[in-house]
């Protein structure tokens, strides 16, 4: 039994016609950092499209790996959601397919670093049918004008990365 990853990074956020985070790249001291950010009272999403390469059976564990941009303090609420077509099998228009019910996770800010990374981690157990080979998309929201949202800053994601059995 092996862990199939999948890594995510900003280059790869595809984005609907609105309400999308923006993506940006820092100059760091010493490497740029990429980085998606979603702002505060508001929802935005990303899409990432993957293939589920050798995927086996169970849940996927979705991590969001995030910073506040200038805050050490507050609750950030996460929502990601997995829409899965198999080719030739399912009669479902692509355009229009939907995504399974979607999962949230409130993750606190550690204090004492504004720009410290963060790890949300979300377990995704509406799976759509999801099937070896796969097309899937991947929704990443941040709910900021949920009352649980109470960071009142930017947030930078900086990679989303899935993993799932292959057995």
């Known amino acids: 039994m092996a862990t199939v990853r999948l890594n995510f990074d900003p280059e790869l956020a595809q984005f609907a016609a609105s309400s999308f985070p923006a993506f940006d790249r820092v100059q760091g001291t010493n490497f740029p950092v990429t980085r998606l950010l979603f702002d505060p009272g508001a929802t935005e999403t990303a899409y990432f499209k993957f293939e589920a390469v050798n995927y086996g059976s169970g849940n996927?564990?979705?991590?969001?790996?995030?910073?506040?941009?200038?805050?050490?303090?507050?609750?950030?609420?996460?929502?990601?959601?997995?829409?899965?077509?198999?080719?030739?099998?399912?009669?479902?228009?692509?355009?229009?397919?939907?995504?399974?019910?979607?999962?949230?996770?409130?993750?606190?800010?550690?204090?004492?670093?504004?720009?410290?990374?963060?790890?949300?981690?979300?377990?995704?157990?509406?799976?759509?049918?999801?099937?070896?080979?796969?097309?899937?998309?991947l929704r990443v929201s941040r709910l900021g004008g949920h009352a649980n949202d109470t960071l009142v800053n930017d947030v930078a994601v900086t990679e989303v990365r899935l993993s799932y059995s292959d057995t």
């Open 60 to 137: 996927l564990t979705c991590d969001i790996i995030w910073y506040a941009v200038n805050a050490t303090t507050g609750v950030v609420r996460w929502e990601v959601a997995l829409a899965a077509i198999t080719q030739e099998s399912d009669s479902q228009d692509v355009e229009t397919k939907a995504f399974a019910t979607a999962l949230t996770v409130d993750d606190t800010h550690l204090g004492t670093t504004s720009k410290r990374l963060h790890k949300a981690t979300i377990t995704i157990s509406n799976l759509d049918s999801i099937a070896a080979g796969d097309e899937c998309w």
